[in-house]
């Protein structure tokens, strides 16, 4: 059987084009809690930190909160994942409601302290249930986020035989961040009911963020795949990182 070489390019731009929107969604990710605190400190801003993320909507950066988070969501639902019988697996189906999540937390804001400085977006009124539909978006979206990095990207992998794994390998920081989103969202009313410390919100809420774009980022491919990095992460022994031999 004859394989055409323009199959073959195709067949490649299109995995480097997946390589390429998952890191995108990994550093929107990690990038929104650097860019809100980051910005904070700058008294140009005139936004002192906020106690979550959330909090950013009623401030001078609301911008970078919704708009990261609409970037995310877009990303996630053009994204074109695979498909499976297992919803707990259907990384299409995932993508899409976890994209869907994330632009209706960026739409339909937390209640503030004082109420009358709540606008929504789309939704102009100002009951308290719809802030709760705001926390119900951001739950859906992060339970899904560490769906995916525990059920769906270790797919690859899980059939992989070839011996030694090392402990770096890619399933492992899958599990790893995904637990850790899990860990860490629940955190959030725990912290708040028992008080623990200042911004114990927006710290929870930001290493929930640097798992999830840790676990696009490794995905991604971001650190590249030759040599020792190919080898414990992807069990790959590449001379060089595949994405630049196919762009020279």
């Known amino acids: 059987m004859k394989i055409d070489n323009k199959e073959i390019q195709i067949e490649s731009y299109d995995i480097f084009t997946y390589r390429r929107i998952r890191r995108a969604i990994g550093y929107l990710g990690i990038s929104q809690p650097i860019l809100l605190l980051g910005f904070s400190l700058i008294p140009f801003f005139q936004t002192p930190v906020q106690p979550s993320i959330s909090d950013y909507y ?31 697996k259907n990384d299409n189906l995932l993508t899409n409601i976890s994209g869907i999540m994330a632009i209706g937390v960026a739409l339909i804001p937390m209640n503030p302290d004082n109420f009358e400085i709540k606008i929504y977006t789309l939704v102009p009124y100002t009951e308290k249930w719809l802030g709760w539909i705001h926390y119900g978006f951001a739950a859906i979206f992060f339970l899904i986020l560490a769906l995916l990095a525990i059920n769906v990207f270790t797919i690859g992998q899980e059939k992989e035989t070839r011996d030694p794994k090392s402990i770096l390998n890619e399933n492992n920081i899958y599990r790893f961040c995904g637990y850790s989103i899990l860990i860490f969202i629940s955190m959030v009313p725990i912290s708040e009911q028992l008080k623990l410390f200042p911004y114990s919100t927006l710290l929870f809420e930001s290493l ?21 990095i190919g080898k414990k992460l992807y069990q790959e022994s590449n001379a060089v990182d595949t994405e630049k031999v196919f762009e020279e």
Do not use: M, P
């Not at 929930?208 to 020792?228: E, H």
């Open 58 to 88: 009623y401030t001078n950066l609301r911008e970078i909160f919704t708009g990261t988070l609409c970037a995310v969501g877009l990303f996630l639902i053009r994204y074109k994942g695979h498909g499976n019988v297992s919803f707990w």
């Open 208 to 228: 929930s963020l640097f798992a999830f774009g840790t676990a696009w980022l490794i995905k991604g491919r971001a650190l590249g795949d030759k040599g020792i």
